[in-house]
């Protein structure tokens, strides 16, 4: 191994531990206690070692943000991939969204609420959340309905997703009925 291979190897670890403490720090005490002094603290390296990696909180936000979409896409075609028929597919990805929006709170914020300086829905949309968008849609297209554009009914169908999971984690909805939600959002918006 070359010493820029090492060095290269050496950095994508460092920057790894940064984006691991971020989100571990974040889980347990909110985006507030994520600073760089802390960050730095807690891996061990000086603060300008953090800014050779990441200008600031907000590329750090931004870097989970698309860690959390890359893993939502997996966590999203793995269930729908296991389920048969339309309806439990559409299910089946409605639970595996809300699950991760449930089990993942912080880095759910980075993705949708957090200003991590992203694009969203443009030509510049970076790849892993435009494959986030297209796991949803692979699944959901089928149940649009006729005359309805397959993207259109995704971007809807996000969006009822993402208050279920936003009013449900901030308590404005009781956990008991959230199945119950689930299957009437299914039920009234896809075509099945």
């Known amino acids: 191994m070359s010493v820029q291979e090492r060095k290269a190897r050496e950095r994508a670890e460092r920057e790894r531990l940064i984006l691991a403490t971020a ?18 603290e807690r891996i061990e390296y000086s ?15 931004g870097a989970v943000a698309l860690e959390g979409a890359a893993e939502m896409a997996a966590a999203v075609r793995a269930a729908a991939s296991a389920a048969d028929g339309p309806r439990a ?11 991760f929006a449930a089990r993942n709170p912080a880095v759910y914020d980075a993705m949708f609420q957090l200003d991590g300086g992203l694009a969203f829905a443009r030509a510049d949309t970076p790849e892993p959340l435009k494959d986030a968008f297209a796991a949803l849609l ?4 089928e149940v649009a309905g006729d005359g309805v554009h397959p993207a259109l009914f995704t971007e809807v169908f996000w969006a009822a997703l993402h208050g279920l999971a936003t009013l449900t984690w901030a308590g404005r909805l009781p ?9 009437l959002l299914v039920d009234r918006l896809a075509v099945l």
């Open 23 to 40: 989100r571990e720090l974040a889980e347990q005490q909110g985006w507030d206690a994520v600073t760089t002094r802390r960050l730095a």
């Open 138 to 141: 692979e699944s959901l297209a």
């Open 89 to 99: 597919r559409v299910i089946a990805l409605a639970r595996a969204y809300l699950d």
């Open 47 to 61: 603060q300008p070692v953090l800014y050779s990696h990441f200008r600031g909180k907000r590329e750090i936000i």
């Open 175 to 183: 956990p008991e009925d959230a199945e119950r939600r689930t299957e």
